[in-house]
């Protein structure tokens, strides 16, 4: 079975699913470029065997796509899966115990087990050792990509009272002193945030440590949302298919399994800048004030492989984490919130701004008129659940006629647009939480949110192509078509909400005198409509990622009605705006150099 992440990189390679590249490259730029480029082309895992400046090795790419991680796991999936079921669905144990009787066996030998530090066989290192990956060039410095996070509650200590969460880690940069300091990126609502508030309402300093490497499963048990009562590191055992080995030293935490392990201790009130940080949203997340840990010590193992991923738009690796996840707690969504059968975080978008779901409508079986009902409760709960809480946009209708299936997002959204009621079914929710890394509201994690909950008979049918009556607007011209009922129009370059509301008040007064555009109820104001229109990922990426519903949607007849504001035609203006985070774009002379090795 395998176990290490060097096995787990030999496997891979035994398989015809790595490739070593023996060339000395470069940890700035360079590693993060070649990834790239190979992950674009749907290529191998790569082992970096010479870093520039280091002595270890570097890994990349090694979850790659959804075959790839479910064959890292081939051995220890399937039992996996029925664990996480069962802790879903407790009282299937009580109706079918002979059936579960391995299953709980399974998980009971999975629990973390002690050892002597002595067995591990680290050896003591400087931060300075390790490879120091640059991904992006506006990065503030290196970043681990792939850490696994461990911290314990303060008011009650041991390893089953742990969190283990992948939050990002800068190593050098900034204000950071080199091999005595790093920065952890964390919101104080996730695990460690907990307990760094524990610790700071006690006076006393939490103990952090950072495991690096080790089996795939650990890495993996780091961003997994689990079950009430099931800890990350039983997962990862139970996903590994050997107990978490751990020890103690200095009061901190060891995994045994890592290759490196950076122990330290956040301080109440110690905070330095961190960042920026090309993310996962295709931008870059900027500098702001984050946690700082004092380094206390680092450990390696002799022949230590440090694996790292680079995120940018998606897709990208991390993309299988999420696809992943989804196969393996299936339906958990569906034992958390009653009466929701699917919810999808649209990769495309960035993952956290966009969700489609796909609710239950019972409250009004007989009604003449169908409208959005139960779907709203519904709403309330997926928008106040976990890390899909994070969105801005939720798409939600139920299935009457036909079954819908989210991850067909073009058939979904046209289903929705085909019967929106535009004056009833917007519903707002302003000066509200979102995503730290999302840089189009109004602060950080300040922004707003929208529901779009359409049910009933067919409204209209949609566009097949640019009407006619969007060809020759004054300000908002080269009207593309994006998909059925949504077309995007290229405008003058965003300069202040002030001068938006003008210029969206002259469209919307145009476009209220035209007929015949009831069969396209969205319009997208873009800076490049053959952009948005080229690709279904272009225009989920624009759109949703740079507006913000509260100060970003219009309307043509934009009117309230005890408060509830509806249209007859929705505008997104998805325009960049002068406080949006800047896009990542890749440093052209690196491409140069590293397209000669893939």
Known sequence: MVRTLEESIKDLEKNGQLMRVTEEIDPYLEMAALHLKVFEAGGPALLFEKVKGSKYRAASNIFGDLTRS???????????QEVIALRNDPMSVLKQPFKHMKTGLAASKALPQKKSFESAGFEEINISDLPMIHHW??????????????????????????????????????????????????????????????????????????????????????????PEGLSELTFAGLLAGRRFQYSYVDGYCISHDADFVITGEVHPGETKPEGPFGDHLGYYSLTHPFPVMRVHKVFA?????????????????????????????????????????????????????????????????????????????????????????????????????????????????TYILERVDLRRDLHFQTNTTIDTLDYTGTGLNQGSKVVIAAYGEKKRELCQEVPAGLEGLADFGRPQ??????????????????????????????????????????????????????????????????????????????????????????????????????????DPEVEKSVAPLV
């Open 70 to 80: 479910k064959f890292l796991f081939r051995e220890t999936l399937a039992k996996t």
């Open 137 to 226: 060039p506006n990065d503030g410095g290196a970043f681990v990509t792939l850490p696994q996070v461990y911290s314990e509650d303060p008011e009650k200590p041991g390893i089953m009272n742990a969190n283990l969460g992948m939050y990002r880690v800068q190593l050098s940069g900034n204000d950071y002193e080199l091999n005595k300091e790093v920065g952890l990126h964390y919101q104080i609502h996730r695990g460690i945030g907990v307990h760094h508030e524990k610790a700071a309402r006690l006076g006393k300093p939490l103990k952090v440590s950072i495991f690096v490497g080790g089996p795939p499963a650990h890495t993996l048990a780091a961003v997994m949302p689990l």
């Open 301 to 413: 193992k002799p022949k230590a492989i440090w694996p790292f991923t680079v995120v940018g738009r998606p897709p990208q690796e991390d993309t299988a984490f999420g696809e992943l996840i989804h196969e393996l707690t299936g339906s958990a969504i569906k034992q958390e919130i009653p009466g929701v059968k699917e919810v999808h975080a649209v990769d495309a978008a960035g993952v956290h701004p966009l969700l489609f779901a796909i609710g239950s409508e019972r409250y009004t079986p007989y009604a003449q008129v169908k409208q959005p009902a139960e779907l709203l409760t519904i709403a309330n709960r997926i928008l106040g659940t976990g890390q899909v809480s994070l969105a801005k946009y939720l798409f939600i209708t139920a299935e009457d006629d036909k079954p819908l299936d989210t991850h067909q997002e073009i058939e979904f959204l």
């Open 481 to 586: 078509f994006v998909m059925p009922g949504v077309v995007a129009l290229q405008g003058p370059a965003f300069v202040s909400y002030d001068e938006a509301e003008e210029e969206v008040k002259k469209l919307t007064s145009e476009l209220a005198e035209k007929a015949g555009l009831d069969s396209c109820p969205l319009l997208i104001l873009c800076d490049d409509s053959a952009f948005v229109s080229d690709t279904l990922a272009n225009f989920l990426w624009v759109t949703f990622t740079r507006s913000n519903p509260s100060h970003d949607l219009y309307g043509v007849n934009s009117r309230y009605e005890y408060k509830h504001w509806g249209c007859d035609q929705l505008i997104i203006d998805a325009r960049i705006k002068p406080h949006h985070a800047p896009p990542l774009i890749s």
